[in-house]
């Protein structure tokens, strides 16, 4: 998953059409592992403490974007 993210990133990086939004980190604990509290019991679906940190993580990237195109709209 490291690998596909870091080739991800820099695609993105290298290409004006594209974000990369990382939402893995924030999901990852101290010891690299993923945090345990954010799962429901089968450790593959997440619960409502992992959805926010992706809203958390998404949102301001694409208010960000949201905004350019409604400055462009007004004018």
Known sequence: MSATNAMLA???ANDARLTFI?????MLGEDG???AE????????M???GYDIWRDAVRPIL???E?????MAAD
């Open 10 to 12: 820099d695609r993105a």
């Open 22 to 26: 990382d939402v893995a980190t924030p």
């Open 33 to 35: 592992k993923p945090l």
């Open 38 to 45: 954010i799962f429901v019991a089968d450790n593959l679906h």
């Open 47 to 49: 619960n409502g403490a």
């Open 63 to 65: 208010v960000k974007a």
């Open 67 to 71: 905004r350019s195109h409604e400055v």
